[in-house]
């Protein structure tokens, strides 16, 4: 049995669950509401201040489905009630960012400026010049977009110039080394 599909998810108190047909499971919580069509062949059910997912068969589809239902599930709870952030470096000489309104203005070394506007329900938050903060209640959207922002200029392993995670590690190389 999937160990992790086999765990209740707790609702805190202020959140809501609500599985319509087509397993449409929408979550509303202090931060906002957030849908998603779940695969109809897993069983979602709240049973008190708790949702339980449980597989009609072990198949080995449905024990993939199994532990990624939940986990979904669960991530949408976490979402409403608490959010998800990820952090992002610009390391290097002149690499800056500008937020004004919902534009990220990047300045990465290029002729041009980069500009990006916030996907809806993403919220972008500079803390300085050069860390960048991308908030919201989709662990999927936060992700995506964090990976789109990083993607304009990924960190070089030479210098380490570029846009990094800030739990990431960038793995440095040795230059060239002069003629004798």
Not at 13 to 40: F, I, M, Q
Not at 92 to 112: D, E, F, I, Q, W
Not at 133 to 138: E, L, N, T
């Amino acid at each position: 049995m999937s160990r992790i599909g086999r765990m209740p998810i707790a609702i805190p108190a202020g959140v809501t669950v609500e599985v319509a047909e087509n397993n449409k499971v929408t979550v509303k919580g202090p931060k906002g509401t957030l849908e998603r069509v779940l695969p109809s062949e897993m069983d979602v059910k709240v049973e008190g201040a708790e949702v339980v997912v449980s597989r009609p068969n072990d198949l080995k589809r449905m024990k993939s489905l199994h532990g990624l239902t939940r986990t979904l599930i669960n991530n949408m709870v976490i979402g409403v009630t608490n959010g998800y952030e990820k952090k992002l470096e610009i390391n290097g000489v002149g690499y800056r960012a500008a937020k004004s309104g919902k534009t990220l203005t990047l300045s990465l070394g290029y002729s041009h400026p980069v500009e990006m506007i916030d996907p809806e329900g993403i919220e972008t938050v500079l803390d300085g010049q050069n860390i960048i903060i991308v908030k919201g209640i989709d662990k999927e959207k936060v992700g995506q977009f964090a990976a789109e922002i990083r993607d304009k200029r990924r960190p070089e392993p030479y210098k380490g110039k570029g846009i990094k995670y800030a739990d990431e590690t960038i793995r440095r190389k040795v230059g060239k080394t002069g003629k004798k």
